[in-house]
Nanobody, 123 residues
């Protein structure tokens, strides 16, 4: 299984970015997907998750109303649309996958992670 994250960059506060994570080596529609982030000195936190078919989503409180997770099962890709970005959103963002959305929310036993993509929000 390979997960390739992209789309990070430098943006001013209030701006937007869209992250993408392309998956291969798995039956994509059988897996939930999630986005996570980590800053130096802090634990990695779950940002958003989406179920196999995309009907069920979860967002961490700090990003509710600003971030939207979506997926295109035909393209084996999950997205994270990030609007109204704040300096505190600065982090390395990772995608990951698991059969169970609940495992992603609590980061339990996740075996498949993508490489990180850096998001920097300037004030």
């Amino acid at each position: 299984v390979q997960l390739q994250a992209s789309g990070g960059g430098l943006v001013q506060a209030g701006g937007s970015l869209r992250l993408s994570c392309a998956a291969s080596g798995l039956t994509f529609s059988d897996y939930a997907m999630g986005w996570f982030r980590q800053t130096p000195g802090k634990e990695r936190e779950s940002v958003a998750t989406i179920s196999w078919g995309g009907r069920s989503t979860y967002y961490a409180d700090p990003v509710k109303g600003r971030f939207t997770i979506s997926r295109d099962n035909a393209k084996n890709t999950v997205y994270l649309q990030m609007n109204n970005l704040k300096p505190e959103d600065t982090a390395v963002y990772y995608c990951a996958t698991d059969k169970l959305p609940s495992n992603l929310r609590i980061q339990r036993g996740i075996n498949y992670w993508g490489q990180g993509t850096l998001v920097t929000v300037s004030s």
